[in-house]
């Protein structure tokens, strides 16, 4: 028999799922429309993203500002992605 499933396994599990899942996609299209457009690499696109906190001197960083980039655009696609759970437990039509 399958145990009973508290309130806090029914909004981390989904949230958690949405976040990697919404991260993931949209990093990869960014990626590759930034590829396709203009030639940009993703080392790029990831300072791109770093700078709408550090400004132009992002795209002078390295490896930390990269990894920044890409932990602030994670932090946004899982702060969506718990607005939509959130919601989603209230209307259940996004469902």
């Known amino acids: 028999m399958k145990p009973k499933a508290t309130a806090d396994t029914t909004i981390w599990r989904p949230w958690v799922a949405a976040g990697l899942l919404c991260g993931v996609l949209d990093i990869h299209g960014a990626f590759?429309?930034?590829w396709l457009n203009a030639g940009r690499s993703p080392g790029w696109?990831?300072?791109?993203?770093?700078s709408g906190l550090l400004g132009a001197d992002?795209?002078?960083g390295?490896?930390?500002v990269k990894l920044f980039g890409l932990a602030l655009h994670f932090s946004v696609a899982f702060g969506w992605a718990g607005v939509?759970?959130?919601l989603s437990r209230r209307m259940p039509f996004l469902i």
């Open 32 to 34: 590759l429309t930034a």
């Open 45 to 50: 696109v990831l300072q791109a993203v770093a």
């Open 58 to 60: 992002a795209f002078q």
């Open 62 to 64: 390295g490896a930390g």
């Open 84 to 86: 939509f759970v959130a």
